[in-house]
């Protein structure tokens, strides 16, 4: 295929709420273009970006997938990602290799919980905007107050900014067009056609008082903060065509202005025009400002003067091809058969069978320019995050930072052979997914899966099993509960055995006391005159700390108090660090039971966003599950509650709030701190809690 100059490209994102219809969108574009000789389905898994056979099977997109389309001289490079909320993380760390967004707004909803999030990650991003309301053909397209309530509420929640730049043509026979406010011209479409249209110079009656209108707007907000424009529109009341799109350009680039288009994916309406504008209008990788590298002070510029660079922002396991790593190539030229440096891991890889995606599909080519986003399979130690580059040009780009998981579920191998495939099958995942996290419980050892929801961790089993073969079963997610105290003790461990030879012997006397919540542990000597000898003194710390560590109530670890020891004995040949770390563990126990133990459980910082008809009864919801509401906002016809819930109480709240709202509200939340757990609750906590082995003591 054809070599593209950075210049050439244009990289974008295409974000928003779940079914807002993003993969149908990118499968009639790439029809429209002619890169496909059909428009895939995403329910048969023929949509150039729905390839997963997990993400086929939920009906949902799971994570980033690549495309592009060359256009009137142009590469279009789209970014599919996930709307449902539970992988808004994947949709964040697409916004990194592109240089614009297509946010699309389904036309019936409007604006729903996941599009407002995304906008904020762009935001956060600095970067430019297209508004895109998709599914024009529904009937109830608009929503209940219509195309102008609906563009209002953009304004709303969006600013003044958000613009249309485009006015969709709906009649008795729905929607067949849009009215171009830049060039004033109509654009008219057969319903199912391949989704170019043909221009008329004359636009529907109907139309002509709102379209005039809303370009003149649409000039005086372009005009706005730039003198000369503004000279030019006082003088001639609008202007020019010609500068009209330069300028139109330039806001768009400087985030001054998000404009709002109209099409249908499903329908294949208006796809040409999108092509255009994003032609047009979005910026090339070559006119953003240069991507600002990990060591503070340092950038490179998008250019192919500079030395060879790419950064991977992506890796995907394949069954045959191994592991795939798609870049961004953020300097220089690289050709294929490439020998770069990994400047993150210190070692040498070679770029074989350099390649730009096409969905699942590997399109090889001989070079790629600055700006553009490529692929290679197979490289030795690159990761996602990892930089290459031309050796002696070092440069590393740090990556945005990924959320932490907010659920953690025990899973545990069906069989042996299952067991055997489990490891490495999940860090062939966890490199796909870099929210995942697999560890082993030392109390238990359980093998513990984390990540940021049920469905992700379901998704993750299945994919197990689909993929690599590897079967396990799903146990209840655990709760990562505490222990503390609430009250001071006075306690003393003695320690003594005698058997054959040499004894043990080692006796501590501490006092302990409560530290505020997040104090962690403290430890205080206050050993005076040799009652215990200074070499001793850390092994009864090292007791405490490892009896704190196997809890004292129900085996979860022991937090936020301070332990002062004061007094002692020892014996000139018994006594050893043994001795007085059994000291100091039996010392703890004795403290404890003086000292009001009790649990402390996970308290989560909760943000819900659902239409408002269903504010009242997730209110209800929340308090049943012991939540404390802290606020609530309202956007358009979104409401938000703000809560802190206990985190034992929202292990499967994804599910009920996908019933309680018919599948329209979403959340999220994080840890954010931890609380005496209510005695009743603790009671039956306890019941169902293995207390520890006591200590041997004389």
Not at 49 to 73: C, S
Not at 140 to 151: C, E, S, Y
Not at 414 to 435: F, G, Q, W, Y
Request: net charge negative; with cysteine; hydrophobic share 40%.
């Amino acid at each position: 295929m054809k070599t593209y100059q950075g210049s050439e490209i244009r990289n974008v994102a295409v974000v928003g709420h779940a079914h807002s219809g993003k993969t149908t969108l990118i499968a009639a574009l790439l029809h429209a273009a002619r890169m496909t000789p059909t428009q895939g389905r995403v329910e048969d898994g023929t949509a150039p970006t729905a390839y997963d056979e997990e993400e086929v099977a939920r009906g949902i997109t799971m994570q980033n997938a690549l495309a592009f389309a060359e256009w009137q001289g142009a590469k279009i490079n789209f970014v599919d990602t996930p709307g449902f909320h539970m992988f808004t993380h994947e949709a964040r760390a697409a916004l990194f290799p592109v240089e614009s967004a297509v946010v699309v707004v389904n036309a019936q909803n409007g604006v729903e919980p996941v599009t407002e999030r995304v906008w904020k990650f762009a935001e956060e991003a600095n970067l430019p905007r297209i508004v895109l309301v998709n599914q024009m053909d529904h009937p109830k397209a608009g929503g209940g107050g219509g195309l102008n309530a609906l563009l209002d509420d953009l304004a709303e929640r969006w600013g003044r900014s958000c613009v249309p730049v485009q006015l969709p043509i709906v009649d008795a026979n729905g929607f067949h067009g849009v009215v171009d406010l830049v060039t004033m011209q109509a654009y008219t479409y057969t319903p199912g056609g391949d989704g170019r249209g043909k221009v008329s110079a004359e636009i529907p009656p109907s139309l002509v008082a709102d379209a005039k209108t809303r370009h003149e707007a649409l000039v005086e907000l372009v005009a706005e903060g730039k003198d000369e424009l503004m000279e030019e529109f006082f003088e001639k009341g609008t202007i020019p065509e010609e500068h009209l799109i330069a300028a139109l350009h330039e806001a768009i680039r400087e985030d001054r202005i998000f404009p709002v288009l109209f099409a249908s994916g499903l329908a294949n309406m208006a796809l040409d025009h999108l092509l255009d504008f994003i032609k047009d209008y979005a910026p090339a990788p070559t006119e953003r400002a240069p991507i600002a590298g990990a060591a503070e002070g340092v950038a490179r510029k998008v250019d192919d003067a500079e030395p060879a660079t790419a950064v991977v922002f992506k890796t995907m396991s394949d069954p045959f091809a191994g592991r795939i790593s798609f870049f961004k190539v953020v300097g220089g030229v690289i050709h294929n058969d490439a020998a770069l440096e990994n400047f993150t891991r210190r070692s040498a890889e070679k770029l074989a069978h350099l390649s730009v995606m096409q969905g699942r599909k590997a399109v090889e080519v001989a070079e790629l320019h600055a700006g553009d986003l490529g692929a290679v399979a197979k490289l030795r130690d690159t990761l996602t995050g990892d930089t290459l580059g031309v050796k002696g040009a070092e440069f590393q780009v740090a990556l945005l930072a990924m959320p932490e998981p907010a659920m953690t579920y025990a899973i545990e191998p069906k069989s042996r052979a299952d067991e055997d495939k489990l490891a490495p099958a999940i860090h062939k995942l966890m490199e796909e997914d870099l929210l995942i996290r697999f560890f082993r419980d030392p109390q238990t050892n359980e093998f513990l899966i984390a990540g940021a929801g049920q469905p992700h961790i379901e998704a993750i089993v299945s994919r197990l099993k689909r993929r690599y073969h590897a079967e396990v079963t799903l146990k209840a997610p655990k709760v990562p509960y505490r222990e503390t105290i609430r009250g001071k003790a006075d306690a003393q461990g003695r320690h003594k055995k005698q058997s054959g030879g040499h004894g043990q012997f080692g006796d501590c006397k501490i006092k302990m006391e409560p530290l505020a919540r997040g104090g962690g542990f403290e430890f205080v000597n206050e050993i005076f005159g040799g009652a215990i000898p200074r070499q001793f003194v850390p092994a009864v710390e090292k007791g405490i700390v490892e009896s704190a560590a196997r809890g004292y109530l129900a085996g979860y670890p022991v937090v936020d108090f301070k332990v002062t020891v004061y007094d002692g004995s020892y014996h000139d040949v018994d006594s050893n660090e043994l001795s007085f770390k059994t000291a100091g563990r039996i010392a703890f126990r004795k403290a404890m039971e003086q000292a009001k133990p009790c649990l402390l459980e996970p308290v989560m910082k909760v943000a819900i966003e659902a239409p408002d008809e269903f504010a009242g009864a997730l209110m209800g919801d929340l308090n049943s599950r012991r939540g404390r509401v802290q606020g609530m906002d309202t956007k358009g016809r979104t409401t938000v509650i703000n809560a802190e819930v206990p985190m034992a109480e929202m292990l499967t709240y994804g599910t009920q709030l996908t019933s309680m709202t018919q599948g329209k509200g979403s959340y999220h939340m994080e840890v954010d701190h931890y609380d005496v757990v209510p005695q009743p609750v603790a009671e039956k906590i306890l019941a169902n809690a293995k207390r520890p082995v006591e200590e041997e003591e004389e």
